[in-house]
């Protein structure tokens, strides 16, 4: 708490930081006892599409908790407490096991995509929870992909290029997550060969009124394109976007449009936003697969 202080001292905490300390506390044992308890915790899953097939190539696992009080509580308000007080290599382990589990029932064959925060990275405890999650579940490693988002690589530290190393030693996808967002985006795909880059969505859903994100997110296709890695657009919410991303030659897509993260392969809206994509290839002249 704030002390009482004397001249010439600095008073550390406002009565509204106070609060926020507390909550911020609070949050964090609610998270562990989810943790320990294994309960509301869920994952939740989104389609990435591919523009040519139409056919969905994998679906992004991506973490819920169901808060007792609070209701849903989103990810940008508890994987950075998982990640600063030392939480998210539980939560990670969570997730990639459901993740596994689940995935190695879809009829589809699609692959499943797992985040990895950067505090997860370089600790020798990635593989071996990746390994156990494989093993547990059957999944083959071939259907495993992994994001890592570019401040994750801020450091380019040897021991975290180490672990993306090795993830593709045992044949698991390594993905550039919101490429464009952090520094030395460039830097990063020198320093690792990803088999996938994922262009954030704040370009696609800018692109549409602001010529200068379209040829940013077409630079990129391009560049995905000259690297021979996959490109996906992240974000694309509406038909005008989709019409985007495929003119730009993005190779996969992923957004609203298709649908919304649900539990386990409950993607069924994707039908209609797949109609869309049709008559933009056939508008577009583009040959369909
Ligand atoms: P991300 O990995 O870039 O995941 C994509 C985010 O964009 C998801 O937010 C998804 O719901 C949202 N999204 C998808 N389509 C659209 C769209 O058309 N429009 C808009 N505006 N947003 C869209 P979500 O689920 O809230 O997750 C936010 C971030 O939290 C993720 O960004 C990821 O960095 C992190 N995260 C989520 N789950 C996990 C996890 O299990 N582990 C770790 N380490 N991070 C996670
Ligand atoms: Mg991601
Ligand atoms: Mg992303
Ligand atoms: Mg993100």
Known sequence: AAKAVGKGTYRTFSPGMEIRVQERVRLEAELRTALVECRDLFVFYQPIVCLRSGRVTAREALARWHHPQHGWVPPSEFIHVAEESGLIDRLG???????????????????????????????????????????GSGLPADRLEIEVTESALLSEAFDCIADLRHAREIGVR????????????????????????????????????????????GLVADLGRRLGVTTVAEGVETAAHLQLVTVEGCFEAQGYLFSTPKPSERDAPLVAALEDRLEILNAAGTQTA
Do not use: M
């Open 93 to 135: 382990t969570f997730v990639l096991d459901q993740a596994c589990r689940e995935a190695a029932g879809w009829a589809d064959g699609a692959r499943v995509a797992v985040n990895i925060s950067a505090t997860q990275l370089g600790k020798g405890t990635l593989i071996p929870a990746i390994l156990t999650a494989l093993a």
């Open 174 to 217: 390594v993905a550039l997550d919101d490429f464009g967002t952090g520094y030395s985006s460039l830097a990063h795909l020198r320093a690792f060969a990803f088999d996938k880059i994922k262009i954030d969505g704040t370009f696609v859903r800018d692109a549409v009124e602001r010529p200068d994100c379209a040829a940013i997110v």
